[in-house]
C-alpha cells in the first residue's frame, strides 16, 4: 500500500520489538487524562535521505516532521525504516495553512513533530506521540521565546479552525505548540479488522 511513494503499513503487522515500542493501537491516557488509542498505521521511512526528500506538503518536508534526538528509543532512532503515524499528513496541511498565514517560512523544533511513545522526553502521552503536533521556535525571522511572539502566532494558529489548540504561553517558553488532538488515520486499502 503507498500513499504518494510511502508504504503504509499497519502496526500490528510489525516485529515484535517495534510494536514494543510504538504500540499501536493501543489505549493510553493521554495527557488531558481521557483515553486515546494510540495509532496503528503508520508510513514505512525508508531512510533519512527519503525523508529529507519527501514532500509531505508543498513546503514540508518529512524529515522536518519526525526529527527527534538520542531520547527516542534505540532502534526507533538508529534503525530504519522509521514509522510515523499517517495523520502526520494532516499536522502538515494545517502547517502549510499556518505558514500562508503567517506569510512566512515556519520552523519546527528537534522533538517538536513526531515522537514515539517510547521517546524519553514524553511526560505522558501527548498529539505528538500521535503525529498531530508541533512545535514551532521560529517564523520567518521571528524566534518564538517571548510571550509577544507567541501570543501573535497563537492567535494564527487558532485561527485556523475550532480543531487547532494552542498551549497557553508560560514562562520561559521557548516554542509555539500546535496541537490538532488525537486522532489516527487508516489508509485507504488498509483493513482495520
Excluded at 494558529?157 to 497557553?168: H, I, K, T
Aim: hydrophobic share 40%.
Amino acid at each position: 500500500m503507498s500513499s504518494n511513494g510511502l508504504e503504509a503499513v499497519d502496526g500490528l503487522t510489525l516485529p515484535e520489538e517495534h510494536r514494543g515500542l510504538l504500540r499501536p493501537g493501543e489505549a493510553v491516557q493521554g495527557e488531558d487524562g481521557i483515553v486515546h488509542h494510540l495509532p496503528r498505521f503508520f508510513f514505512a521511512v525508508p531512510s533519512w535521505s527519503a525523508a529529507r526528500e519527501y514532500r509531505i506538503a508543498e513546503h514540508f518536508k518529512l524529515s522536518e516532521l519526525m526529527t527527534v534526538d538520542a531520547f527516542e528509543a534505540d532502534l526507533l532512532l538508529h534503525k530504519f525504516p522509521h514509522y510515523v503515524p499517517c495523520a502526520i499528513t494532516i499536522l502538515a496541511r494545517y502547517l502549510e495553512d499556518f505558514r500562508r498565514e503567517a506569510d512566512a517560512v515556519v520552523f519546527v523544533s528537534a522533538n517538536g513533530g513526531y515522537r514515539s511513545p517510547a521517546h524519553r522526553r514524553n511526560r505522558g502521552k501527548t498529539a505528538h506521540n500521535w503525529g498531530t503536533a508541533a512545535d514551532i521556535y521560529r517564523v520567518g525571522d521571528t524566534y518564538l521565546d517571548e510571550e509577544k511572539a507567541i501570543a501573535k502566532y497563537a492567535r494564527v494558529a487558532e485561527g485556523l479552525g475550532p480543531q487547532v489548540s494552542v498551549r497557553p504561553y508560560v514562562a520561559g517558553d521557548d516554542h509555539l505548540h500546535i496541537d490538532l488532538g488525537y486522532f489516527t488515520v487508516t489508509p485507504r486499502n488498509c483493513s482495520e479488522s
